[in-house]
């Protein structure tokens, strides 16, 4: 059975996370939407125009395995103002669903919106100090329960494949790592 993907983009999302996260979880078979929260349209952080399959007011009671954030700025503080994507964020943890982010965006999204109380996170190193728990702020990738995080560009594909195993198996996703020389 495939699994429900949603990648939130914005304008200033950085572009090498949201791409890696859409490449690989749909290498691995996932019914994946990228939803802008803002025009169909978004320009990234280095200023590369992708274009959002739908919005995310369109996929607002739609139940999905896993919701996953790409980082960059001002891109994570435009997730993070998305009342929307706040409530489904928040519906997410509390159904025990998958839910994740990389790079500024577990700071500046989770952290905002209550997320990741009580909660093992890591994210972009400058931005590690607004972070409650510092446990594994040193992790390149930190897994804790539902709610999976990672630190920055450096670590999309590892994280990426993270999210395969996560959702489709070890075996999953060490087959994708091999078939992408990783």
Not at 36 to 49: D, Y
Not at 136 to 165: H, M, W, Y
Request: aromatic share 4%; net charge positive.
């Amino acid at each position: 059975m495939s699994k429900k993907v949603l990648v939130p983009i914005a304008d200033g999302s950085e572009e090498l996370e949201a791409v890696a996260i859409i490449d690989c979880l749909r290498r691995a078979g996932a019914d994946l939407k990228i939803a802008s929260v803002q025009n169909q349209q978004i320009m990234t952080s280095r200023k590369i125009k992708i274009t959002a399959d739908c919005l995310i007011k369109d996929w607002v009671h739609e139940i999905f395995d896993l919701i996953v954030l790409p980082g960059g700025m001002p891109g994570a503080e435009h997730l993070r103002d998305c009342k929307e994507l706040a409530d489904m964020l928040k519906k997410q943890k509390e159904s025990n669903r998958f839910y994740a982010a990389i790079c500024a965006s577990p700071a500046v999204v989770f952290k905002y919106h209550g997320l990741l109380d009580g909660k093992k996170a890591t994210c972009y190193p400058a931005m590690t100090g607004v972070l409650n728990n510092k446990e594994a702020i040193a992790q390149r990738v930190v897994v804790d329960g539902n709610c999976i995080t990672s630190q920055g560009p450096g670590t999309a594909l590892e994280f990426s494949l993270k999210l395969v195993e996560l959702l489709f198996g070890l075996e999953k996703s060490r087959e994708l790592a091999k078939a992408m020389l990783v």
